[in-house]
């Protein structure tokens, strides 16, 4: 098995404030693998794949996007009778995500579909950054539901309570409470993930505060590695 002793995984629930803080890591020169990014570039490169699967409203014509014009143009799996590729359609998130936060099924399609590719991405990433031989962080929001991360043996969690978490996704995503804490629910539970932490990054402040936990992190794990 695969071995990353210089990587520390930093995960948490949606809300919870992970990209903030791989924010301050970077900005104190760590190199950060983000596997949101890694995803979206993913989603991208599949959506052809997407099209079959979920129906071709789901994709969008990138030239469509470049104008401005509608995000859910809908069109047929061919253009002037040729078929479409990967360089001239992407996904339309946003539409995508309505479908499968409302339908285990349909987000059990999707991630068979991508999480395969995700997974060898980020750890092409991280054995290029293990051979630097310096510390490095991985953001990866489900790590614990995902169960395909086994080789990363240290885990940070950044914590938030529940009910500030939905207020978040509330404001970020722009739900109403239902909406919001229904996409919350869908991932294991916040206290849980703080249990089955090696390292703790209270969020449950302001930007000073979590300026502070995240100095206390780093100072905890430069003591524990």
Do not use: W
């Not at 995500?97 to 092409?124: D, M, Q, R, Y």
Request: a neutral charge.
């Amino acid at each position: 098995m695969l071995k990353f002793k210089h990587a520390v995984v930093i995960t948490g629930s949606i809300g919870s404030g992970k990209s903030a803080v791989c924010e301050l890591l970077a900005g104190r020169g760590f190199e950060i693998i983000d596997a949101d990014k890694i995803s979206h570039c993913v989603l991208d490169r599949c959506a052809v794949q997407v099209a079959e699967i979920f129906g071709a409203q789901y994709v969008v014509q990138k030239e469509a996007q470049a104008k401005n014009l509608s995000s859910h143009a809908e069109f047929s799996t061919s253009v002037d009778g040729e078929n479409l590729t990967d360089s001239c359609v992407s996904v339309d998130r946003k539409k995508l995500g309505e479908l499968v936060f409302k339908n285990p099924t349909e987000l059990a399609k999707l991630e068979a579909l991508l999480h395969p590719k995700i997974t060898a991405e980020i750890l092409s990433q991280a054995q290029a950054l293990e051979a630097k031989g310096k510390l490095y962080f991985i953001d990866i929001p489900l790590f614990f539901e995902g169960k395909r991360y086994e080789f990363f043996d240290k885990v940070a969690v950044v914590y938030a309570p529940k009910d500030t978490l939905i207020v978040r996704v509330m404001k970020r995503n722009e739900l109403d409470r239902a909406a919001a804490k229904h996409r919350v629910e869908l991932q294991t539970d916040i206290e849980q993930k703080r249990a089955m932490a090696d390292f703790v990054i209270d969020n449950s402040g302001d930007l000073a505060a979590l300026k502070a936990a995240v100095e206390r992190f780093l100072k905890e794990l430069k003591d524990k590695i």
